[in-house]
C-alpha cells in the first residue's frame, strides 16, 4: 500500500474518477425567519388561488392585501374588545367576554415585512409591491391604534439605540501663555493632558 499527498492509501488499483466523491458541504437548513417566510409566501399563493375568482399575482394589489389581512383574523389568538363592551380599554379584563379574537398587529405587520421581502425575491418590482402600497401601511397604523385603545395597552414607539458619538476637546489656553510665544498650547500642561482622550 502506498500513500499518496493528499494522506489516502489506495488498495489494489486507480479506483477511477467514477467511484471519488467530491465534497459537498451539507445545505445548511433555512433560518427560522426563511422558513417562516416561505410559509407565509405559500399561504398567501394558496388565497390567491382559492380567491373567487382566482387572482394572478400580477394583479393583486394593496386592497387584495388587506383583505387578506382580515381573512387572516379568524385565526387570530388576541381578545380586541368592541366599543361596547364593559372591559373595552381594559388590559386584564376580570372575567370573560363575547369579544372577537383577531390577529394582533404585531403579528400583522412582521408577516407584511415577510410577505414584502418574499414578493421581491420571487421577482416582483419594488415599485408594484401590493405589501409595501400606502393603504396597506395605512390599515395597519388603524390596526395598531384600534387594538391598543380596545385593549387598553398605548403604543410606545421604540426608540432607535444610536450609536454612542465622539465628543471632541475643546483647549483654551490663557492669554498669557498665547502671549509667550510656544504657540498657545502646551502638552504637558496637566490641564491640556487631562483634556486630551487617551
Known amino acids: 500500500m502506498e500513500s499518496t499527498e493528499s494522506g489516502s492509501q489506495q488498495h489494489g488499483g486507480d479506483p477511477g474518477p467514477s467511484s471519488i466523491t467530491p465534497y459537498s458541504p451539507p445545505a445548511t437548513p433555512p433560518s427560522r425567519y426563511e422558513s417562516q417566510k416561505r410559509r407565509d409566501w405559500n399561504t398567501f399563493l394558496q388565497y390567491l388561488k382559492n380567491h373567487k375568482p382566482p387572482l394572478a ?3 393583486c394589489s394593496g386592497a387584495h392585501v388587506i383583505e387578506f389581512l382580515k381573512y387572516l383574523d379568524q385565526f387570530g389568538k388576541t381578545k380586541v374588545h368592541v366599543a361596547t363592551c ?3 380599554g381594559h388590559q386584564q379584563p376580570p372575567s370573560p367576554c ?3 379574537l383577531k390577529q394582533a398587529w404585531g403579528s400583522l405587520d412582521a408577516l407584511i415585512g415577510r410577505l414584502r421581502a418574499a414578493y421581491e425575491e420571487h421577482g416582483g418590482r419594488p415599485d408594484s409591491n401590493p405589501f409595501a402600497a400606502r393603504a396597506v401601511r395605512i390599515y395597519l397604523r388603524e390596526v395598531r391604534e384600534s387594538q391598543a385603545k380596545a385593549r387598553g395597552i398605548p403604543y ?3 426608540k432607535r439605540k444610536r450609536a454612542p458619538t465622539v465628543t471632541t476637546a475643546r483647549i483654551e ?5 498665547q502671549s509667550e510665544g510656544d ?3 502646551n502638552l504637558s500642561d496637566p490641564s491640556a493632558a487631562e483634556a486630551v482622550p487617551p
Not at 173 to 177: D, E, G, N, Q
Open 57 to 59: 399575482l400580477s394583479r
Open 86 to 88: 364593559p372591559y373595552f
Open 173 to 177: 489656553v490663557a492669554p498669557s501663555r
Open 98 to 100: 363575547a369579544c372577537p
Open 183 to 185: 504657540g498657545g498650547c
Open 156 to 158: 410606545e414607539k421604540k
